[in-house]
C-alpha cells in the first residue's frame, strides 16, 4: 500500500494564491529596502555548528537543527558517549553542520570572510528561510522567512534611526498600525547593576524576554526561584512598571543610574534615537520599553521589536544593535546594527485583517478562448502584445467548451476574457468580457490594451 504523503510539523506547502500574496510582501519589503540603498546576498541554508552555537543563548542553542554527518557517521563517536546516552555531547560528534537559526551571524561569517570585497559601511538585505526546532503552533512555524536588512561598519545612530524610518514605511505600506517597542541594552545593565543583578544579568534578560508570553509576575518567580532576593526583585519590578512618558522614564532612569556609566550612556544613545525617529513616523508609534531584553547573546545596543497596534500576534518585526558579532570570526571592532521581518507572521496578520488587495490571488489578468487553430494563431500573437506591455496573459492551450475555459479563468480569478473567433477575424475587433461586473463588449485591441494600462 502507498505511503500516504505528509509534511514535518511546523512547515507548509503554499498554493499559487498563497505564493502570489506573499511575494506581494516580499516585493514590498524588498523595494523598501532598495530605497534606502542596500544590497541582496544569499547564504547557505547550513552552517558549521561552530559558528552558530554559542550565539543565541542556552535557549537558542536547544533549538538548533543539527544534520547527521554524511558517511559512517559513527566511526569518530566516543564509546563512552554512545554507551551513556549523553545526547548533547552525542549530537556534537555525529554533526558537524546545522540548519541556520537566523540569518545575523551568517552574515556575520559572510562579512568577515568577504571583508576585503566590500565597501563599508556595508548594507546588505537578505530574505530566505530559517530553521527552528520549536514547538509548533500560531504564528511559530519550524520552517519560516526572515526578511533582514543590516548595515555594518558604522557606530552612527543613523542607521538605527533609518532602520526605523524602513519599519514605519514597510507597514505603512502593507497597511498594518504598528507599535515599535525600543530599549536598549546598556539600559539593562544599568537596572542589573542598579538593583544588585549584575552578576545574574543573563538569567534577568531571560526571564525579560518571557514577559510577553508568562507576565511580569512569573518572570520575577522565575528569578527568585532561581535564589534572587525579594527585596532586589522588589525593586526590579519598580523600574519594568513606569508608565507614562518616555523622556520622563528616560530621566528618572538616569538620576536612578548615578553610578551605573553604562546604563547613562544606554540612555543617551535611546535619546538620539528617539530625536531622529520620532518626527518622521507615518503608520508606527515609538514605545520605550523596559522590559523588552531580545535575549540573543549578540545584541550590545538599541534593540526594537515591532508588533501590530491591534492584534495580538506576537513580534513581527525586530531586531538591534551588535559591537562585536564578527570578532567570535576574528574580525574585532566592526559594530552592526539590523532588523528582521517575519514575513509569515505578516502573511497570518494580513490575511486575519483583511488586507490583501482584491484582485491580488491571481498573477493572470487576461484569458484568450480558445476557438480553434487559427483564432489561436491570432490570440498568440495578441498574447504576446500584452506581455510586452507588463500584462500577465494567458491563452487556453485547448479548444474545448466554452464553459470549460470560463470556469477556468472563473477559478483562477482572471478578471477579463478575450474572444476572438471567426467574426473577430475578419472585423478585426475584439470581444472582452469583464468577469466581475459579467459585461461583454466589442472594441480595439489598442483601446483595450490602453484600458489596462491606465
Known sequence: MPEKPALPKGTRDFSPEEMIRRNLIFDTITAVFKQHGYQPIETPSMEYLSTLLGKYGEEGDKLLFKILNSGDFLSGVDEHHLTSRDAGKLALQLCEKGLRYDLTVPFARFVVMHQHELTLPFKRYQIQPVWRADRPQKGRYREFYQCDVDVIGSHSLLNEAELIRIIDRVFSSLGIGILIRINHRKILTGLAETTGLADRFQEMTTALDKIDKSGLENAMKELSDKGIANSVLDRLSHFLEMKGDHYETLNTLNEAFIESPSGQQGIREIEEVLFHSEPALRKGELQLDLTLARGLNYYTGTIIEVVPASRSIGSICGGGRYDDL??????????GVGISFGADRIYDLMLEMNLFPEGVSSSTRVLFVNFGPNEASRCMELADRLRDAGINTEVYPENTKLKKQFAYADKKRIPYIVLIGE?????????????????????TFEAFLNDLLT
Open 423 to 443: 467574426n473577430e477575424l475578419t472585423t478585426g475587433m475584439i470581444s472582452v468580457k469583464d468577469m466581475k461586473s459579467g459585461e461583454q463588449h466589442s472594441t
Open 326 to 335: 564578527t570578532g567570535v570570526f576574528g574580525l574585532e571592532g566592526v559594530s
